[in-house]
């Protein structure tokens, strides 16, 4: 029962499989997207204008998280399509 459990887990193919890798995904691109604001805030103090760097942190993070999806949306077979 484990090991059919731990086969499920790294098939994309399977619902469980799916989820866990979304999850997987979803907490490597907000891993990357916690490090772009510490490093933004850690910039901030040093500029006299912060606007061009808040547009240039917001857009890093948005990208971050469409790049992860697209790369989450080609590993799972259903996806793939979109």
């Known amino acids: 029962m484990v090991d059919f459990i731990l086969k499920d887990i ?14 997987v995904f979803f907490f490597l691109a907000t891993t990357v997207v916690v490090l ?8 901030e103090p040093h500029l006299t204008d ?7 942190s917001t857009f890093t993070q948005v990208l971050t998280y469409v790049v992860g999806f697209v790369f989450y949306a ?8 979109l």
């Open 10 to 23: 790294v098939n994309p193919a399977t619902i469980i499989g799916s989820l866990f890798l979304g999850a």
């Open 36 to 43: 772009i604001r510490r490093l933004t805030r850690h910039i």
């Open 50 to 56: 912060v606007t061009a760097l808040r547009f240039i």
């Open 74 to 81: 080609h590993l799972i077979p259903e996806l793939r399509a």
